[in-house]
């Protein structure tokens, strides 16, 4: 197969990532006798620093021509005074908008050899393996109005959360769907005791449920889920939630796993696939060669399955990280106490490395 990936490396650690993650595309491509090519373009702050633009016209264009997007991180503390329009962050939503990307898919399954990664209970933790479905293109992140003002003398900050019937009725069933793969459960999480928004949320997710009787569906306020996904984390499946409720419960889900650092995720619905680890640019150990790659190596795997459905190939980049994590490897954000660590590019070599044997 001749795939063409566009590379969007990004701040912080998302290049040290980012480059482990080509060298595993660059081993299965030479294992399963596929040609990759890499198109490498700028996002977020070294956009702005290049172009004055945190999504260049050029990335975009580079993006829509692509078979699939790999995109390490955006954000940098250089541009937090600066306004909305002119943030990293302002690039990745652009382009997740751009892309018609609003469904994110974010698996959070614990390693068996990674129980001790985890601050809780390894009793609590025990089989736990979530899918959060995430919706990407609504809600806080994009409802209008949004700005500070000036009201007779004070300012005045104003977000909106908002949601079309269409958009919820989209997601649910991406949520729905996807549960039919799995243990056929859906829970929608929403705020539907306090926000109009979320009863128009909950009221569409139930209305979509009947088209799926063989698919479970509950509701839970979006706080008690925060709570029992560390109380009892291993009861959830498919969590269905609204832009911003999924981006805060998806890292608590990463610490629950043993680290944010192996979230992987897929963003998918329109023509082009996004495919990024879920950590940020983490820009105070950036450049140290500590950071973790899997979430970036996990993600290019979901890229083949969800852009090209080369399951095989997907399922050897995974098997590769259990082996090595069942081979007692670890970046130091998965290390305890003083167990020893490995770099960035060390961990990427493993993985890169067992490809390679299989082959
Ligand atoms: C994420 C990130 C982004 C988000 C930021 C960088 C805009 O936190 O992908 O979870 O909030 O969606
Ligand atoms: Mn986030």
Redesign the pocket.
């Known amino acids: 197969m001749r795939i063409r990936i566009t590379v969007l490396p990004g701040d912080g650690i998302g290049p040290e990532v980012i480059t482990e993650a080509v060298c595993v595309l660059e081993a299965v491509a030479r294992v399963f006798k596929h040609e990759i090519n890499f198109t490498f373009k700028e996002i977020g702050g070294c956009a702005i620093r290049q172009h004055n633009d945190p999504l260049p016209e050029g990335t975009l264009t580079a993006c829509l021509e692509a078979d699939a997007v790999l995109l390490g ?3 940098d503390p250089e541009f937090d005074n600066y306004p909305t329009h002119l943030r990293p ?1 302002a690039g ?2 652009r382009l997740r908008r751009g892309l018609g990307a609003f469904a994110n898919l974010r698996p959070a399954r614990l390693f068996d050899s990674l129980a001790g990664a985890s601050p809780l209970k390894s009793e609590v933790i025990k089989g736990t393996d979530i899918l959060i479905v995430r919706e ?1 293109l609504g809600g806080l ?1 994009f409802g209008e109005p949004r700005h500070v003002s000036d009201v007779n003398g004070t300012r005045e900050g104003i977000n909106t959360m908002r949601y079309s019937e269409p958009e919820i009725e989209r997601i649910a069933r991406v949520a729905f769907d996807l549960a039919r793969s799995r243990r056929r459960k859906v829970t929608s999480v929403d705020k539907a005791n306090v926000l109009e928004c979320s009863r128009l949320w909950r009221e569409t997710v139930t209305r979509v449920a009947q088209d799926y009787p063989d698919v479970k569906l509950e509701h839970q306020y979006v706080d008690s889920c925060a709570m029992a996904l560390v109380a009892r984390p291993a009861s959830f499946d498919v969590m269905l939630a609204e ?1 911003m409720f999924g ?1 805060i419960l ?2 608590e889900a990463g610490a629950v796993v043993g680290s944010l650092g192996l979230l992987a ?1 897929a963003s998918i619905g329109g023509p082009v696939g996004l495919y ?1 680890p ?1 950590h ?1 640019s983490a820009p105070d150990i950036a450049g140290k060669g500590i950071a973790n790659p899997l979430g970036a190596i996990l993600s290019a795997a979901m890229l083949l399955r969800f852009s090209f459905q080369l399951d095989n190939e997907a399922a050897a980049v995974e098997t590769a990280v259990e082996k090595i994590l069942s081979a007692g490897h670890r970046t130091r954000d998965l290390a305890s106490g003083d167990q020893q660590f490995v770099t960035t590019e060390e961990m990427g070599k493993h993985v890169t490395d067992y490809i390679e044997r299989i082959g």
């Open positions: 991180a955006v954000g962050e990745l939503l990407l992140y832009n981006d998806s890292d995720s990024e879920v940020g």
